[in-house]
């Protein structure tokens, strides 16, 4: 196995993340699957709107494209169709990729653009100062639900099986050798590839609820039962449960793996 | 006085179909026209233990257990197996063993190397009993033939060429009790396990690779912020963070090499290289058991 901080602009290190940050364990397991398919690095392109996980393409030896707010799958669109020969892969937050940008990820995945969207829902908008976001569970607290979110948040990997991406995962960020696995799946996967990577925000999640840092968030984020996660990853936010309660959480793994035809921008194409 | 009533063993590894051969045995003996008995122990089959079953037949048997050194074929589906069960055969039986090793976890001697004390290959305990013996690669020929999972038939196949039943009964025992769908892959691996050849028996094990001794943690302390993920998760308390939030190495002998502080660091700061000293050879596991 070769050192992944080969991938890094080591220059830009140490990165910006919060201490505890998962984000930095995600990229780790990404550019470990990029080592595992011996992808050729000037042909990788990582596309980034804005946001906390947006940053991560800041700190990569790959061809980078930092687009505006929620526009990602946009931008990762029109490159994917002047450059097919690219390994296309989009980072983005789940306020990113979900509130701002809901309209852009499910066109790209209706089309079935072959690219892969890692989404890093860490359920708050981190850089922005901690407000509820679609993915804050319902009862968690907020900068701007300060009692509780009222809301039921959105299961994003629904959400994209209904719009027509070919291949759905989600992984939690306390488990990167599987994630590593995944997201190397979806990098050879032909068509749109979504992975939802549950991660935390210990600075603005974590210090709401009570949670703690980094270290307690991620083994928090145990698979409490067969396929059923708590609490990022949850419909209901529960602090406190006696070990053994089934939460309605949502399944992890692979969702969803169909093949259809990619879109290839010709009219007769592919 | 009627003949003495002969006997027969399988034993294995959870999983591997020993329970169905020997009951394919069995109703082979039935319709060659024996009082046939049977007993079977499957503890722990599913988690790779130890599975076994005794046969015994003849005019009329009365108990289905096979007394020690009297066994006329001893059926190994995997080779610590054969070890475990060699002393049931009589003088001048036979011994069928697959050559396949499945190395049971709590045989490892050194969490670093991962030396275990699985015994090595070797027909040499065998010589001074005067037993035949046939060590074949079952689930090579299976695979071979379409199917990994019919390597228990490979061994049947073998068996039956020191019993003296007609291949009538055995094909028709075969038929009548694998899964459907499987019935022709299972005949061609038993006729393929009656001409099978002794398999060519692998070296014996290698040194382990790699290094033992504890391994080198490297740590980057203008990368690290101090989260506390890495002393949180490793396995033996290796790490710590101080009251200035700088992670310190409190205990870098425990380490095993695992590497989930490297792969849970979230600023790139961990990494663990291989120790400096060679690994403990495989001979000389047992001198470090003594030691401690």
């Not at chain 1, 707010?69 to 390994?87: D, Q, S, V, W, Y």
């Not at chain 2, 394919?24 to 988690?47: C, F, N, P, T, W």
Request: charged fraction near 20%; glycine fraction near 10%.
């Amino acid at each position: 196995m070769s050192d992944v901080k080969t991938y890094l602009r080591e220059w830009a290190m140490p990165h910006v993340l919060c201490p505890g940050c998962a984000h930095g364990i995600v990229l780790r397991s990404f550019l470990e699957s990029v080592d595992q398919l011996q992808l050729d690095r000037d042909k990788v392109a990582m596309v980034a709107g804005i946001g906390c996980s947006s940053r991560l393409i800041g700190y990569v030896d790959f061809c980078t494209l930092h687009g505006t707010h929620g526009r990602a799958p946009a931008f990762a669109t029109g490159l994917k169709l002047a450059r097919p020969e690219l390994n296309v892969v989009v980072v983005t937050g789940d306020g990113d990729a979900l509130a701002i940008g809901g309209n852009h990820l499910i066109h790209a995945a209706r089309r079935n653009i072959d690219m892969t969207v890692l989404m890093l829902n860490n359920a708050i908008y981190g850089m922005t100062g901690g407000q509820a976001a679609p993915t804050t569970p319902e009862g968690a607290v907020a900068s701007t639900t300060p009692r509780g979110n009222t809301e039921p948040n959105f299961d994003a990997c629904k959400l994209l099986i209904g719009a027509g991406a070919s291949h759905v995962a989600r992984v939690l960020a306390v488990n990167p050798l599987e994630m590593t696995k995944i997201m190397a799946d979806a990098m050879t996967h032909p068509g749109f590839s979504f992975i939802e990577v549950i991660s935390d925000c210990p600075e603005y999640f974590g210090r709401y609820n009570k949670v703690g840092g980094g270290a307690e968030m991620l083994s928090w984020m145990a698979v409490r039962d067969e396929g059923i996660t708590i609490p990022l990853a949850s419909k209901k936010f529960v602090k406190t449960l006696p070990p053994s309660t089934p939460l309605p959480g949502m399944q992890t793994g692979v969702l969803h793996r169909e093949i259809r035809p990619v879109y290839s921008g010709v009219r007769g194409g592919q | 006085m009627p003949e003495p009533s002969r006997g027969l063993l399988l034993a294995g590894v959870g999983g591997q179909g020993v329970i169905l051969a020997s009951m394919i045995v069995a109703d082979a003996l039935v319709r060659a026209g024996y009082d046939v008995k049977q007993s079977e122990v499957h503890g722990m089959a599913q988690r790779g233990g130890s599975v076994f079953s005794h046969i015994r037949w003849g005019s009329n048997v009365d108990s289905p257990l096979v007394p020690t050194g009297s066994a006329e074929v001893l059926a190994a589906f995997e080779w610590a197996e054969a070890i475990r069960w060699v002393e049931y055969v009589r003088d001048g039986g036979a011994v069928v063993a697959d050559i396949r090793t499945i190395v049971p976890p709590g045989s490892c001697t050194d969490t670093r190397s991962w030396v275990t004390r699985y015994p090595t290959i070797d027909t040499g305990l065998f010589t001074g009993r005067h037993l035949k013996t046939r060590l074949i690669d079952a689930s090579a020929t299976a695979a071979d033939l379409g199917n990994a999972r019919a390597a228990n038939s490979v061994i049947l196949g073998s068996v039956a060429a020191f019993l003296d039943i007609d291949d009538v009964h055995w094909e028709a025992a075969i038929a009548s009790l694998v899964p459907q769908g499987t019935v022709e892959v299972n005949l061609a691996a038993f006729r393929a396990g009656r001409t099978v050849s002794d398999a060519a028996i692998p070296q014996a094990v290698p040194d382990p690779e790699g290094f033992s001794g504890p391994h080198q943690i490297e740590i980057r302390h203008d990368w690290c912020k101090g989260c506390d993920i890495c002393s949180r998760f490793c396995p033996e308390f290796c790490l710590d963070v101080d009251i200035d939030g700088k992670l310190v190495v409190v205990n870098s002998d425990a380490c095993t090499g695992c590497r989930l502080c490297e792969i849970l660091c979230p600023d790139f700061a961990i990494t663990i290289r291989p120790p400096l000293e060679p690994a403990v050879a495989a001979g000389s596991a047992e001198a470090l058991r003594s030691d401690t």
